[in-house]
Nanobody
Framework: QVQLVESGGGLVQAGGSLRLSCTASGSIFSINSMGWYRQAPEKQRELVAQITSGGSTNYADSVKGRFTISRDNAKNTVYLQMNSLKPEDTGVYYC???????????????WGQGTQVTVSS
């Protein structure tokens, strides 16, 4: 089993910054992609940003230029630096990781419990 623990959410005024962290632990051989998703009230969960083990990234158009995803492979940790936050960034942010638990084993996705980000206007 693999556990993802997120931290760093909170309440911030528009224009402010927050940094989210997510650390994976448990039965981990390697981690392929790691990413952040968010879900606003009454909306579907959407991709915010993701990063591969090699460092390739992609972002939702709505956060490009404001958010930066990074990862520390040695610590099995992914970060999301969020700058110039807007009220529409409000939601629960979930960490996702695609993990292999052994050599030539299938990969499974795991989700964190979510952390609330609230941006006030």
């Amino acid at each position: 089993q693999v556990q993802l623990v997120e931290s760093g959410g909170g309440l911030v005024q528009a224009g402010g910054s927050l940094r989210l962290s997510c650390t994976a632990s448990g039965s981990i051989f390697s981690i392929n992609s790691m990413g952040w998703y968010r879900q606003a009230p009454e909306k579907q969960r959407e991709l915010v940003a993701q990063i591969t083990s090699g460092g390739s990234t992609n972002y939702a158009d709505s956060v490009k230029g404001r958010f930066t995803i990074s990862r520390d492979n040695a610590k099995n940790t992914v970060y999301l630096q969020m700058n110039s936050l807007k009220p529409e960034d409000t939601g629960v942010y979930y960490c996702r990781a695609v993990v292999l638990s052994g050599y030539q084993q299938p990969a499974y996705q795991y989700w964190g419990q979510g952390t609330q980000v609230t941006v006030s206007s």
